[in-house]
């Protein structure tokens, strides 16, 4: 702009110098003139290919060194008449949304675009959405007559869709370009020298082949225009310039096989689909590969599957009422079978499907055990936890264990889990509530509330004034433990609601947090175990509070004939606690390494 003004001012001096120069010869005027207007062409000349090169790439910077700057842009990202913002025949101004509808939103992108995936553009599209202005009005009232209800125009040759979900995007048919939000000529630059890269690479640009230049997120907060091709012959993916395929892993490690990486690539060509299903046919080999993958998991109940076996009965079902839309153009149902076939083929990637150490059971781990050292085990803070926690830390920690396997979580093993979780807390709650009621019940005992005022026994024991002290104390703490219960079992099962565990990304990303922790997993297991364990501990101490109650009696016959009873419940109550995990085995092995020792020794006496 200063170079245009500049510009100006010099041809107004310029003229101002010639009228007053009437004296020189024509000769001279003239050659004067066409200096003036060659230096004026070349200004302007330089200036609109300076606006030019703001939004394309130099085909002639050298290939190998591919570095091109990252000149920050700014760009007024209003919708103006070279704004795309609906279907239509030609661009007119006056029926453009004004600045007061969007507002001005000053963005900065990167010159060129830069490789990206489906990826990239999902999250993107679901997390950046542009926010309404409620307090704009406008003209409400509809003329007599009035029913036009056209969207505004689009430039020529743009045409608008709407996905199923309601976003709406744009497609340039001539060229097959597809974009969510942007300026058009600044599109079509960048498209000129993204298909001229293709070309000069021999790439396939069939008419089954699509480019998709939009927005993305870029570093320090910025937002670049990204870009991917998509063949639909071959269900893959494709770039003009080098892209680290580790971006679409989804942090699965030990990927080296290019078989396998095309199956992340597969995964994210049905992304694609999924974000732009319009204008597409339900072609029949994709309708029968998902209704096969769905009729083989429903069967055979495989532990790999992405959902539990009633959800995949269901979708089963739905799959086939969308047979009446094969070879036709239903947006609806290529939404659905994208959605369906990413999963599953997100699945095979996962599990290395096709590879030699393929996963086949959700519960083994597939990778060396120098990289990832064995999980099997208890730790010394689960084994002493158990020892108060009645050795559910570490049940829980194998549940875990299954469920988590390479940093993978199996989801619906985890539903499963979780909602047994919920169930058992919530039947805690009515049990310690129980407990709660029986002891107050038992602090109101006569026995108890005439403590203070009894005497010694006369059989040498302890006092019965300390015994009955002893038992309200017991009983004081069996209300704490039993209140305790009540409010974990509470907070969990709040918690468990949430949204960290509502999917099975933000369940493995909060796993992944949790294990990089002090304690690891550790501190889960023991955490889910608590309303258990402090239950259990309210009904000892109520047992024993009872107990003192009870045995503080001077009737000896009493005594003799409860004593033998109490024993013997008591050892059959701590033996669920303690079967199971290796204690009766211990206690056999001592006794059978006693027996010997006794044998021998009568042996020894006998020679």
């Known amino acids: ?271 694609h689909v999924g974000l732009y299903p319009n204008q597409r046919e339900l072609k029949v080999d994709d309708y029968e590969e998902l209704r096969n993958i769905l009729i083989y998991a429903s069967t055979s109940k495989t532990p790999l599957a992405p959902y539990e076996l009633d959800s995949m009965t269901r979708m089963l079902d739905l799959v086939e009422k969308l047979e009446g839309s094969i070879g036709k153009e239903n947006p609806y149902a290529v939404w659905v079978i994208a959605r369906f076939a990413r999963e599953f083929s997100s699945s095979r990637f996962i599990n290395f499907s096709g590879q030699p150490f393929a996963r086949l059971d959700a519960d083994k781990s597939i990778y060396a055990p120098n990289d990832h050292p064995s999980r099997s085990g208890s730790s010394f803070l689960i084994r002493i936890f158990d020892l108060f926690l009645f050795q559910s830390a570490s049940g829980h920690l194998e549940e875990l264990r299954q469920m988590w396997v390479d940093q993978i979580v199996h989801y619906p093993r985890w539903q499963k889990y979780i909602a047994k979780l919920t169930s058992e807390w919530s039947r805690f709650t009515i049990f310690s509530t129980v407990l709660l009621t029986a002891d107050v019940g038992l602090l109101a005992a006569p026995a108890l509330g005439n403590s203070g005022s009894a005497g010694s026994s006369t059989s040498g024991g302890p006092p019965i004034a300390l015994q009955m002290t002893a038992a309200i104390a017991s009983i004081y703490l069996s209300i704490f433990f039993s209140v305790a219960s009540i409010l974990t079992s509470i907070q969990l099962t709040n918690r468990v609601g949430g949204k960290e565990y509502s999917s099975a990304t933000s369940t493995s990303a ?26 259990i501990w309210g009904i000892f101490l109520f047992v024993l509070g009872m107990s003192l109650l009870i045995f503080s009696s001077t009737n000896h016959a009493m005594l003799a004939s409860l004593a033998p009873c109490f024993f013997l419940l008591f050892v059959l109550s701590i033996w669920p606690s303690i079967s199971g995990h290796g204690t009766c085995e211990m206690f056999e092995m001592l006794w059978q390494r006693r027996s010997l020792i006794r044998r021998r020794s009568g042996q020894m006496t006998d020679v």
Not at 512 to 529: E, V
Request: aromatic share 10%.
């Open 1 to 271: 702009m200063p170079r245009t003004l500049l510009s100006k001012i010099v041809a107004w001096l310029l003229h101002r110098v010639l009228k007053a120069m009437s004296s020189m010869g024509s000769a001279t005027l003239r050659i004067l003139r066409s200096a003036f207007s060659l230096c004026h062409a070349s200004s302007r000349r330089k200036h609109n290919e300076s606006n030019a090169v703001r939004t394309t790439c130099a085909s002639s910077m050298p290939t190998p060194l591919k570095q091109r700057e990252m000149s920050e842009v700014s760009l007024d990202m209003r919708p103006t008449s070279s704004l795309i913002t609906d279907a239509g025949r030609g661009t007119d101004p006056a029926t453009q949304p004004d600045d007061s509808m969007t507002g001005n939103l000053l963005v900065h992108f990167s010159q060129c675009p830069v490789p990206a995936s489906p990826q990239q553009v999902a999250e993107h599209r679901y997390s950046k959405r542009p926010l309404v202005n409620d307090k704009v009005e406008s003209d409400k009232i509809l003329k007599e007559g009035d029913m036009s209800y056209d969207p505004p125009s689009l430039p020529m040759g743009w045409i608008k869709y709407t996905q199923p979900e309601g976003a709406p995007y744009y497609m340039y048919g001539e060229k097959r370009i597809i974009t969510d939000f942007t300026e058009s000529q600044q599109l079509l630059e960048m498209s000129d020298y993204l298909l001229h890269r293709a070309r000069q690479l021999g790439l396939p640009l069939h008419f089954d082949v699509e480019l998709v230049i939009t927005e993305v997120p870029g570093p320090e907060e910025r937002r670049d225009f990204g870009y991917y091709f998509v063949d639909h012959r071959q269900r893959l993916l494709f770039w003009v310039d080098d892209y680290n395929l580790s971006k679409i892993f989804f942090n699965v490690k030990g990927v080296t096989a290019r078989d396998h990486m095309k199956q992340a690539v597969v995964t994210q060509y049905w992304m």
């Open 510 to 535: 909060m796993l992944d947090r949790t294990n990089k922790s002090l304690f690891g997993t550790d501190s889960l297991a023991i955490m889910y175990s608590l309303p258990y364990a402090l239950l």
